[in-house]
């Protein structure tokens, strides 16, 4: 296999390890429910076809509700932000430019860029994860704070992430 599949193979386990074996445990306040396991969906390269892509994505979140018995949350919100990828993302990443990015980083695109790439797909997966684990818009408020909490700080752990396990390409 080349190089650039054992990297995304190498990201996937440790993101997936970091995510089982640490972030499971930590609920913050009631609200905040830190899943950078989501990254790996949106660091994958951006010529990932769109079926690869919604495959990975579901078999992800699927790997992830296996080991949390859960019942598809997981699967379905990795889902939909994969479909939003498919949709948003080269005119989020690459401002509509045909431009192939191997790995979506503060890195390899503009960090405003990416941020808002990174707030707005982190905004969908846990929208959707949150409106499905509680059955509904019934308690909107408790939905709409969990959201923008795991958004925030997810955000800053998937910056941190980016900071300490990626290296600065130069150019």
């Known amino acids: 296999m080349s190089k650039r599949i054992w990297r995304i193979v190498g990201r996937f386990v440790l993101l997936m390890a970091l995510q089982l074996l ?4 930590v609920y913050l306040g009631g609200y905040v429910m830190p899943m950078l396991y989501v990254l790996f969906i949106l660091m994958l390269p951006t010529d990932t076809g769109r079926i690869p892509m919604l495959l990975i994505a579901f078999g992800t979140g699927l790997l992830v509700d296996v080991m949390n018995n859960m019942l598809g949350f ?20 690459t401002r509509g430019e045909p431009v192939t990015i191997e790995k979506p980083s503060i890195y390899s695109v503009t960090p405003q860029y990416f941020f ?9 997966f846990y929208l ?8 509904g818009f019934r308690s909107f408020g408790s939905v709409l704070l969990s959201t ?6 997810t955000t800053l752990l998937a910056a941190l992430y980016q900071y300490i396990f990626l290296k600065k390409e130069t150019i």
């Open 116 to 124: 808002s790439y990174l707030v707005l797909m982190l905004g969908a």
């Open 128 to 135: 959707v994860f949150y409106t499905v684990e509680l059955f």
């Open 148 to 153: 923008v909490a795991s958004t925030l700080v």
């Open 74 to 93: 997981h699967a379905l919100a990795c889902t939909v932000v994969a479909m939003l990828r498919i949709l948003f993302a080269d005119r989020i990443l």
């Open 22 to 25: 640490v972030l499971n445990h």
